[in-house]
């Protein structure tokens, strides 16, 4: 089925190691397309980006078909992925005429979308499937990741937004989003102080802002910290009496980090006085690139500290 998408119906034979390692999974494969499917499906590009899915429901879909799916996220753009049937239902209720709920995402981020068409080969979204997974297989050794200031920036293949989430803001919540990110230079044993105190300078710049939502006026206001390296809680009872502080850890390891990313954004939107979200950054190692790679793109600011 995968060779009636591509032209010349064949899958370029550089892909076939990675296919027999990572399908069905979360890896996204940029093809050749063929004639037969509209430029409408590809956004006007001559590639098209497929994927194996292993969910049992989904791969149960494709097979009664008979053909290949064409088939868009399920939330509306620039919103935190879905997670969960909830968070589809949340985004396009009254726009969809079926609801099927498989159970919660596995993985939580998104799939590795991999470009072995051009040389080296390119990762243009990281994901669930790892650079270090994809360097591992034959032929993609030198595998380079896509960023906005490559050195073929100029090139319009590569700056051209070829794949979803490349371009603009991304999985964003309703509620503004602070990243706070080690600085290269900085001294790892003051870093939880460091964010701290970088917190509390946000906190205070958010409580006085003009531009705070009028609905959030009621008491207690509320803050969300999303913990992925400071085991214990960031205190503030002391300065901030008035302030309620919700925090979470997302767990303790890049790959829970990434399964819980999303929904615990889409829970803290959803607590009334909740103004702003801090999500503590993570090294960009295995499942970590993924997840800078999406909590960059929804944060309204990052602090360096």
Not at 31 to 47: F, M, N, R
Not at 216 to 227: A, D, T, W
Request: glycine letters at 6%; hydrophobic letters at 40%; charged letters at 20%.
């Amino acid at each position: 089925m995968t060779a009636s998408l591509t032209a010349n119906s064949s899958v370029p034979a550089i892909y076939n190691p990675i296919i027999d390692q990572h399908w069905p999974g979360p890896l996204t494969l940029l093809l050749p397309k063929s004639s037969s499917i509209p430029h409408t499906v590809t956004a006007g590009h001559e590639s098209v980006a497929v994927r194996m899915p292993s969910h049992p429901i989904a791969r149960a879909i494709i097979f009664l078909s008979k053909k290949p799916i064409a088939a868009p996220s399920a939330n509306t753009s620039t919103r935190p992925s879905p997670t969960r049937a909830e968070h589809v239902a949340q985004d396009l209720a009254g726009r969809i005429l079926l609801l099927i709920d498989g159970g919660p995402c596995e993985g939580g981020i998104e799939s590795t979308v991999l470009d072995g068409l051009r040389i080296p080969p390119a990762i243009l979204r990281p994901g669930g499937v790892t650079v270090e997974m994809v360097r591992a297989v034959d032929g993609f050794q030198n595998t380079v990741v896509w960023k906005k200031n490559a050195d073929d920036s100029n090139d319009p293949d590569v700056s051209a937004p070829v794949t979803p989430g490349m371009k603009y803001k991304h999985y964003a919540p309703k509620v503004p989003v602070v990243l706070f990110e080690k600085s290269t230079s900085s001294s790892q044993s003051t870093l939880a102080s460091r964010k701290r105190d970088a917190m509390e300078a946000r906190i205070q710049t958010y409580l006085s802002s003009d531009s705070t939502p009028a609905r959030l006026s009621s008491s207690p206001r509320v803050v969300g910290i999303l913990r992925t390296e400071t085991q214990s809680d960031f205190e503030f009872a002391s300065i901030f009496p008035s302030l309620k502080v919700v925090q979470q850890s997302l767990g303790s390891s890049h790959a829970q980090v990434g399964s819980n990313l999303f929904s615990a954004l889409r829970d803290f939107e959803a607590i009334e006085g909740c103004f702003v979200v801090f999500v503590e950054g993570v090294e960009e190692v295995d499942e970590g690139l993924a997840v800078m790679n999406r909590v960059r793109k929804a944060a309204a600011e990052i602090v360096y500290v």
